[in-house]
């Protein structure tokens, strides 16, 4: 089966995007094969799923950027369990830019790279970061015959309000131009404080503006799952507490790429 | 840029995301650009490589008859002009184009063509030489003589 593709994104940082993209490829793989792709050179996707922190002597030159420089991601995946493998990522990857014009490669790049393991798995998470770059368009421009979703995370501060259409206009211009097949899977609210008296308008406002494209799961922030980069999921006693939000999510996540998409 | 389309960039100005891939737009062309650069460029080494040589000899050859033709013409000249300022007289004239290079004189020579030149201005020490080699070697039937 051909893997579908969901790209975590937006163009503000702080707004759980490596944590989202872990957790959700942690609770995909528990029944079908996971690949997540680290697209982001701070590389917190890697450390978050191997508990490694050293990533750039660790994963010297077997990262993403080498594995789209190939053209072939294969050599460059590493196993996290039983059905979830990443491609790990590291400062490195901020060379990518001036390595691809250097090489003459274009935004297919990605693609490229993934075909060879495109059969391979049921899902393919990728991790970006809060930029208007070569990092977060190449995910978006990745085509998969099963689908190509993007997840639009949100912080409910006005930073990421406004980051909100700019990062819908990167998923238009990707889709446009490389992967007719893109969709908005939908927003993602992933609350700081989930008490802050503002949320609920922000709510209001985002359905007004993006009907039915916000994931009626809201995850708030809690310091259980934020310890999981530390504890890590094995033998982690408050694992379900940490996970109490995504669970619905993923569900909610897995329910919406079978269906039409509502676009954003 | 048309003043027409100079106001419509204004009014209509590319967002940054469309700026971006617009960015790669242009790689492509370049991309483009530079194969048909190659292309060309490897044409023209292949042809080079294969005329090099001729064109080469020809280069030399035509060069020498240029240089023939205008030694001829400037070579009254340049004798005239060197007797007077031998004899101390300065006459003002145009410099020709030459070609750089250097070599080893024996010490007398190089201090009295030094003390001829200093009379003279620059480019005068060059003159001399010249006309010495060209006489010399007119002399042994090397080159053709000037008259």
New interface residues.
């Given amino acids: 089966m051909t893997a579908k593709i969901v790209t975590f994104g937006i163009s503000k940082g702080g707004c759980s995007k490596s944590i989202s993209s872990g957790i959700t490829s942690y609770l995909l793989s528990k029944k079908e094969r996971v690949l997540a792709i680290d697209m982001d050179g701070q590389g917190n996707l890697t450390s978050f799923l191997t508990s490694e922190y050293d990533i750039c002597n660790v994963f010297e030159k077997r990262t993403v950027l080498e594995a789209i420089l190939d053209g072939d991601a294969r050599k460059y995946i590493i196993k996290i369990a039983k059905n979830l493998d990443l491609v790990p990522a590291n400062d490195f990857l901020a060379t990518l830019p001036r390595l691809m014009y250097e090489n003459g490669l274009n935004l297919d790049a990605l693609q490229k790279a993934l075909e060879p393991v495109m059969e391979d798995y049921d899902w393919i998470i990728i991790d970006t970061p809060p930029a208007l770059s070569e990092h977060t368009v190449m995910p978006l421009s990745t085509y998969s015959s099963a689908g190509s979703y993007a997840v639009v995370m949100f912080d409910g501060s006005m930073f990421a309000y406004y980051a909100i259409p700019k990062f819908l206009e990167i998923i238009d211009g990707a889709k446009e131009r490389y992967n007719p097949n893109l969709g908005t899977a939908g927003i993602l609210f992933s609350l700081i404080d989930a008490r802050a008296k503002e949320n609920e308008i922000m709510e209001e406002s985002i359905d007004e503006e993006y009907p039915g494209v916000r994931f009626k799961t809201i995850i708030k922030r809690k310091a259980a799952t934020r310890r999981l980069a530390i504890t890590g999921f094995d033998e982690n006693p408050e694992l379900k507490n940490a996970l109490e939000y995504y669970i619905p999510f993923v569900k909610e996540l897995k329910k919406r790429v079978k269906q039409e998409q509502p676009q954003g | 840029m048309s003043n027409k389309s100079s106001l419509k960039d204004k009014i209509k100005k590319p967002?940054?995301?469309?700026t971006?891939?617009n960015s790669?737009d242009n790689?492509?062309v370049k991309?483009e650009d530079r194969k048909e650069t190659e292309i060309k460029n490897n044409e023209e080494d292949i042809i080079k490589n294969e005329d090099e040589v001729a064109s080469e000899i020809y280069d030399m050859n035509d060069n020498n008859i240029d240089n023939v033709v205008d030694n001829k013409n400037n070579n009254d000249e340049d004798d005239d002009y060197l007797r007077m300022l031998a004899s101390g007289n300065k006459i003002k004239k145009q410099k020709k184009k030459k070609v750089f290079t250097s070599f080893y004189m024996d010490p007398d020579l190089a201090v009295e063509v030094d003390n001829i030149a200093s009379r003279g201005e620059k480019g005068d020490k060059s003159k001399l030489i010249n006309k010495a080699i060209r006489s010399l070697l007119e002399q042994y039937g090397v080159i053709e003589k000037s008259r």
Avoid: G, H, I
């Fill in positions: 967002n940054a995301t469309q971006f891939f790669y790689v492509d991309k």
